[in-house]
């Protein structure tokens, strides 16, 4: 348990489904970002939230649209996805400005698309 | 942030010590080298970082050379569930602000098997 906290832990969706990962933070933490983790690709940074506020987008297509409520909670919503999006989508969150540094990873969600 | 360079693959008897080698011969003054680790289809998992000094925590050693070119993570006594792959990531420490915060590059690792 890292205090990241992410569901579903898997997902089948259509290329027609619209739907939501979310990713949960109970360490008090000021930013959070979404990963992805394609199959024998390194993770690829995809968005940055730092006071729920949006800080960076990495070219990230239009479908894969993020939401961030609150500094605790962080969703990412699908739609229209293609094959090539299946992956391991990772969570996680850190402190920045004053305390701890290291980033907290989520368990992630494996998003199969078909 | 400056690139790393790590071997693709090594190998570790239960028990013994792994050392696990980072190239990094282009970092800057003001960046650390961190290391996290993956182990099969969960989260990466921080385990340690540092500047220019020798560090040690619970988890490993991280053993910075001199000139901060290359580092070294140790894992004193290796067992089955440090089966992972291992990250060496070198960037800028959050404090700096900017647009680096506390976002990772990650590269492809070194894939750690250790058998018995």
């Known amino acids: 348990e890292t205090g990241v906290t992410q569901t579903p832990r898997h997902l089948v969706m259509g290329m027609t489904n619209k739907k939501s990962l979310k990713c949960e933070q109970h360490l008090g933490h000021n930013a959070m970002y979404w990963y992805k983790q394609s199959a024998k690709k390194p993770l690829e940074l995809m968005f940055v939230?730092?006071?729920?506020?949006?800080?960076e987008n990495n070219s990230v297509p239009s479908r894969f649209s993020p939401e961030c409520p609150n500094s605790s909670h962080l969703f990412l919503h699908l739609h229209t996805l293609q094959p090539e999006d299946s992956a391991l989508y990772l969570c996680?969150?850190?402190?920045?400005?004053?305390?701890?540094?290291?980033?907290?990873f989520g368990q992630g969600t494996r998003l199969t698309v078909v | 942030d400056a690139k790393t360079t790590q071997p693709t693959s090594m190998d570790c008897a239960e028990g013994r010590a792994a050392n696990l080698p980072c190239n990094h011969s282009t970092i800057s003054g003001n960046e650390y080298v961190y290391w996290y680790r993956q182990i099969h289809s969960q989260g990466p998992q921080y385990i340690i970082h540092g500047l220019k000094n020798n560090e040690t925590n619970e988890m490993a050693s991280l053993i910075i050379t001199e000139d901060r070119k290359s580092s070294t993570l140790i894992l004193p006594h290796a067992t089955l569930r440090d089966t992972a792959v291992y990250y060496c990531i070198v960037r800028p420490h959050p404090y700096a602000g900017g647009t680096s915060y506390g976002k990772l590059t990650f590269g492809q690792g070194t894939i750690l098997t250790v058998h018995p």
């Open positions: 996680a969150s850190s402190q920045v400005g004053t305390g701890t540094t290291e980033a907290f």
């Open positions: 939230y730092n006071f729920k506020e949006q800080t």
